[in-house]
């Protein structure tokens, strides 16, 4: 069953530097994830990874978000268009769907690192916490 909008919505400056970041490593995807932090005991997380190969990293119940939208240039293109179109996409990692389902995912960069930090946030627009 295709859904009919995508489980997670991205902003323009999301899908922009997803694009990038894909288009300059040579990978086939982003993936994100719900996890244990590396940095901080006891405490969960949610990670980016870059995707290489789709058919052995991926199961079937990842799934994946769109980096493309429509001929408006606003509208993101649909689950049921951008399914099997081979492009790109963010996958939402199953054990991190359920968390993120309906909300919007922003990132922003750490100025001193360059690390890509995740921002998501619910349906009324509050940042979420992963530990919540």
């Not at 859904?3 to 990038?20: C, D, G, H, N």
């Not at 990670?47 to 509208?75: A, H, P, R, Y």
């Not at 179109?85 to 993120?100: C, R, T």
């Not at 389902?101 to 960069?109: E, Q, R, S, T």
């Amino acid at each position: 069953m295709i859904p009919r909008k995508a489980a997670l919505q991205l902003t323009p400056k999301a899908r922009e530097i997803f694009r990038k970041l894909i288009e300059a490593t040579s990978s086939e995807g982003i993936k994100l994830k719900y996890e244990m932090s590396s940095q901080h005991a006891l405490r969960m997380a949610f990670k980016f990874d870059l995707i290489k190969d789709v058919k052995k990293e991926l199961s079937f119940e990842d799934e994946g978000v769109s980096l493309e939208v429509l001929d408006d240039g606003v509208t993101p293109k649909p689950p049921a268009e951008s399914w099997s179109d081979n492009l790109p996409k963010l996958y939402i990692d199953s054990g991190a769907f359920m968390k993120v389902l309906g909300g919007k995912l922003d990132v922003k960069i750490n100025p001193e690192t360059g690390d890509i930090i995740p921002l998501l946030f619910d349906r009324e627009g509050n940042e979420m916490d992963p530990n919540a």
